[in-house]
């Protein structure tokens, strides 16, 4: 298993503003990934980090909106910019081992607020 | 690409009735499949897995069973406790497509004593 921690829990934050989420493991992972999970909905994956070389976005999910960085294998940030009402969410770290075991581990969330 | 589709919810039981939350998915490849809870303000914590077909994956008396045949994963518990109340996701995850996770919408579970 892994112990993830996430910084800050939760956020109110004025519209126009950035915010950046902090995720810590607890061992070293191969594989990190950001998740927004929307009031009522499902997780949707926004990007994989990748150590050292720049994040993978999905589909709808841009760099410029939701710069990460991971500048090594138990770390990595998450930062939500020029935040409108509608980037109000709960934004997940999860890790995995490596890609054969895929199971993975999430922390506890971020639950921002966009006024 | 790969889906995951879970019963719509909210599903409220009695306690220790019997629960059954379905679970299908499409996937290109040869999946990993899990189930997620998520217990009220705590975050996703893995239930329980199955890598292959025919495995049975099972813990706190929860059960699921990989069936290729019917492309299914249903989560199954005998007698739910009020404590079980929580959402409940079903996962894949596929070497294919770099360990990423694909969730179902969740099915939120609530336990009435």
């Known amino acids: 298993s892994a112990v993830i921690s996430q910084k800050p829990s939760r956020d109110i934050c004025q519209r126009g503003t950035s915010l950046t989420i902090q995720c810590q493991v607890d061992?070293?992972?191969?594989?990190m990934f950001w998740y927004r999970q929307q009031p009522g909905q499902s997780l949707t994956l926004i990007a994989t980090a990748n150590q050292g070389s720049e994040a993978t976005y999905e589909s709808g999910f841009v760099i410029d909106k939701f710069p990460i960085s991971r500048p090594n294998l138990t770390f990595s940030t998450l930062t939500v910019s020029n935040m409108s009402p509608e980037d109000s969410s709960i934004y997940l770290c999860?890790?995995?081992?490596?890609?054969?075991?895929?199971?993975?581990?999430f922390g506890p969330g971020t639950r921002l607020t966009v006024l | 690409g790969d889906s995951v589709t879970q019963m719509e919810g909210p599903v409220t039981l009695s306690e220790e009735a019997c629960l059954t939350i379905n679970c299908t998915y499409t996937a290109t490849g040869y999946p990993s499949l899990f189930w997620y809870v998520q217990y009220p303000g705590e975050g996703l914590q893995l239930l329980l897995k199955a890598t292959k077909a025919d495995d049975k994956g099972s813990n706190k008396g929860f059960e699921a069973t990989y069936r290729k045949e019917t492309t299914s994963f249903h989560l199954e518990k005998g007698s739910v406790q009020v404590s079980d109340s929580a959402v409940y996701f079903c996962?894949?995850?596929?070497?294919?497509?770099?360990?990423?996770?694909?969730f179902g919408d969740g099915t939120t579970l609530t336990v009435k004593p």
């Open positions: 999860s890790v995995g081992r490596d890609i054969s075991n895929n199971e993975q581990f």
């Open positions: 996962a894949l995850s596929d070497q294919s497509n770099a360990g990423k996770s694909t």
């Open positions: 061992s070293q992972v191969t594989m």
